[in-house]
């Protein structure tokens, strides 16, 4: 049974930063490239950032230069490191493969973000 636990999420202050963990279980965990979404009151699930198991990433153009992803196939964890943060960010953040065909998703981890 594939679960991920997020966590790290909570209420920070415009420009401050938090960072985001999320533990894998399962060995599928270094096969895939991975990534981590997030979900605004109201709005769609939106991608945010993701990692091919070769370490190289790839970022929303609404996060490029203010979050960075990384993981660690041997702990079956990832990370992300988020600063500059913005009203805007404010959202449930998941982690997940980069696919549409996604695994069961975790609870999620609450970022909030006042101005």
């Known amino acids: 049974q594939v679960q991920f636990v997020e966590s790290g999420g909570g209420l920070v202050q415009a420009g401050g930063s938090l960072r985001l963990s999320c533990a894998a279980s399962g060995s599928f965990f270094s096969l895939y490239t991975m990534a981590w979404y997030r979900q605004a009151p109201g709005k769609e699930r939106e991608w945010v950032a993701r990692?091919?198991?070769?370490?190289?990433?790839n970022y929303a153009d609404s996060v490029k230069g203010r979050f960075t992803i990384s993981r660690d196939n041997s702990k079956r964890t990832m990370d992300l490191q988020m600063n500059s943060l913005k009203p805007e960010d404010t959202a449930v953040y998941y982690c997940?493969?980069?696919?549409?065909?996604?695994?069961?998703w975790g609870q999620g981890t609450q970022v909030t973000v006042s101005s």
């Open positions: 990692i091919l198991n070769s370490g190289s990433t």
């Open positions: 997940n493969k980069f696919s549409s065909s996604y695994f069961p």
